[in-house]
């Protein structure tokens, strides 16, 4: 490294991976009271602070995994939270007093994922949660008094709904279901009694989307629907006629967000995820708040939560060089109320932007991304690292990501390339991907490595590649079919074998075969296809060495797609780096596993590469991890 580089002040892994110091603030339904997430005795839990000012009180007791999702309940009183067992993602939901500081789990069942359906201020007094509690691989809807704790089954699933909708008074009308071709059902009842019937159907080629819910008088429902257009649009539908209105589109990028009153459910704004959030407003009523908003702060706004009467709002402003900042938004007074950052010890810290970028791949598909370079560094034939992104069906985006700005800080470019298959982009460009795992989804890739290359700003000869999930499936592409294009590889979490993934699932995403099978590759009819997309038998092609990090407990990827590579590696006297967190599942949610993995990462980065590392301490000796 430069010696302008190195005058640039190494970011503490404690800084970069551990704990917010606050984090995800929520107001009550009646507009007195903050929650929001922040340690205690280092492990995230629930606080509550009133807005007028007074004591702030931590609320939960989580002492291990840390609790990150949580919502409030109507009466203002109590809050919500989902947990699981160390990333087992059986997730329970438990319900908290406020006052009593008692925590009930409304769902008690071991090894059972539970997920919510549905809330509402018009029936405050209950939750629909969706259990797969009578079959492993069919989630029911149960209703459960949230007085007593006591649930009932609400709706059966008869075999192929990967979904369920409620309306506004929390009776379960839609269902989403998957058909064997791959193909989407709508079906709506008109009350809880009546017999389903089919309302909307759209084939498999259609990009992600459904019922995001009932208008405010229940009498019509929103779809978001690429059907008849390239782009998921916005679609409002009367159930009676079946009369469509389009609220909102772009040509090219799909709705992303969508702001609705809290009570009326009126439709007010929807987002377009595009380089950066750009927000289209609907209701002329919010058009000055947002206009405010935007003079207040740069970078996106996202407007987190509101009160019932919607004059008191908690607004956070997304940047790329800055954490998350909080405010309350009085709106009627029309001011804004600093209420934290999220992460401030960032804030000694200089920086790096993260660029959008666009290139054309090899078929001439137009592909877009981010670029961040370290700061104080021309960005020129710097060692890069090609950082992919999980799904596949999910896409970067701009704003404040720690594992960038850790990667960057360390010396390397970074590169995050949404690849065909991505989303948010329209489905011509998710459709793209299908089946291209190990195909031009890479070649994506290796076309955006040689696109930095061409403009100067990487190192041909120091290149890595490095993801999680899809990403970590990716590292191993990389070094497996394309053996020569990367120095390195760090694999959190990837699959080796696209067989037995598939065969390994967790039973509750039964529902998804078939559209695994149109967009990955069928596990009946197409083995040797799959066969031919897995890295795991291509191991004896690898020259470059190689970091994995494994969760034990991992559902989605099983330890047995890290451990048969490694085995496969390691019989052929390949070089890896194999750490396996027994408490953890799909990533690593406890920061002392965080801060363990990426000190080993730096250490293994700078040993390829040529960047920093900040020595490893006592507590982030990762040896009882090796395997």
């Known amino acids: ?45 629930i606080w509550v602070q009133p807005v007028a000012g007074g004591e702030t009180r931590v609320v939960t007791a989580d002492t291990k995994r840390g609790i990150r999702i949580f919502f409030w309940q109507e009466d203002s009183q109590h809050v919500f939270y989902l947990q699981d067992l160390d990333g087992d993602e059986n997730w329970h939901v438990y319900q908290t007093n406020i006052e009593s500081l008692t925590t009930r789990d409304l769902t008690p069942h071991p090894g059972v994922h539970a997920q919510v359906v549905g809330v509402s201020s ?9 259990l797969n509690l009578r079959n492993p691989q069919l989630i029911d809807v149960y209703r459960i008094d949230l ?18 909708t409620a309306d506004n008074q929390l009776r379960v009308r839609s269902a989403q279901a998957m058909r064997e071709d791959g193909s989407t059902e709508i079906r709506l009842r008109p009350t809880v009694d009546a017999p389903w019937e089919s309302f909307l159907n759209w084939g498999a080629d259609e990009s992600f989307g459904g019922l995001m819910g009932f208008t405010g008088d229940d009498n019509g429902v929103r779809v978001i629907s690429s059907v008849d257009a390239n782009s998921a649009r916005l679609i409002e539908i009367d159930i009676a006629t079946g009369a469509s209105t389009v609220v909102a589109e772009d040509p090219l990028y799909d709705v992303s967000a969508v702001i609705s009153h809290p009570l009326t459910h009126v439709i007010e704004a929807v987002g377009f995820r595009r380089a950066q959030l750009e927000w289209t407003v609907l209701d002329d009523a919010l058009q000055a708040d947002l206009e405010f908003l935007a003079s207040s702060e740069p970078g996106e706004i996202n407007i987190g939560s509101r009160d019932n009467a919607d004059s008191v709002w908690i607004v956070t402003f997304v940047n790329d060089t800055n954490p998350a900042k909080n405010y309350i938004y009085y709106r009627n007074e029309r001011r804004l109320e600093f209420l934290f950052t999220s992460q401030p010890a960032f804030d000694n810290y200089v920086l790096a932007p993260l660029e959008p970028i666009s290139y054309a791949a090899r078929d001439g598909m137009t592909l877009h991304g981010y670029l961040a370079t370290p ?23 701009w704003g404040f990501n720690p594992s960038v700005q850790h990667l960057v800080n360390r010396g390397y470019a970074v590169l995050c390339i949404n690849f065909r298959g991505s989303t948010g982009y329209g489905k011509d460009y998710l459709n793209a991907g299908d089946r291209e795992w190990a195909g031009k989804m890479h070649d994506d890739l290796i076309d955006g490595k040689r696109w930095a290359i061409s403009t100067g700003v990487a190192d041909p000869n120091r290149v890595a590649i490095m993801g999680g999930s899809y990403g970590g499936y990716a590292t191993l592409v990389g070094l497996t079919y394309t053996p020569d294009e990367f120095v390195c590889g760090v694999d959190i979490v990837g699959p080796s074998n ?18 695994m099978a149109k967009r990955v590759g069928d596990l009946n009819t197409d083995q040797e296809f799959l066969k031919s997309r897995s890295p795991l038998h291509l191991a004896d092609r690898i020259v470059a060495p190689l970091l994995i ?21 390691r019989r ?15 990533g690593f949610a406890r920061p002392e596993n965080r801060f363990k993995f990426f000190a080993a990462t730096e250490i293994f980065l700078a040993k390829y590469l040529g960047g920093r590392a900040e020595p490893a301490s006592d507590a982030e000796a990762a040896d009882e991890l090796m395997h």
């Open 375 to 397: 700061v104080g560094i021309p960005p020129v034939n710097l060692p890069l690292i090609l950082l992919v992104h999980g799904g596949p069906w999910h896409r970067d985006t």
């Open 147 to 164: 007085a007593t704790g006591e649930s009932v089954l609400d709706t059966e699933n008869p075999g192929d709904v990967a979904g369920w």
């Open 549 to 569: 990090g494994q969760g034990a407990n991992d559902p989605r990827v099983k330890q047995a797609e890290s451990d048969q590579i490694v085995e496969a590696m």
């Open 1 to 45: 490294m430069t010696q302008v580089y190195d005058a640039t002040p190494l970011i503490p892994r404690a800084v970069l991976f551990g704990n917010p110091e606050r984090a995800a603030p929520s107001i009550s339904p009646d507009g007195r009271t903050i929650a929001y997430l922040a340690p205690q005795d280092g492990v995230l839990n």
């Open 498 to 515: 696209l067989i037995t993934l598939l065969e390994s699932f967790p039973p509750y995403w039964k529902t998804l075969t078939a559209m």
């Open 122 to 130: 018009g029936v405050p007094n209950e939750l629909l949660v969706g």
């Open 572 to 586: 052929n006297g390949k070089p890896v780096e194999y750490l396996l967190f027994p408490d953890e599942g799909h």
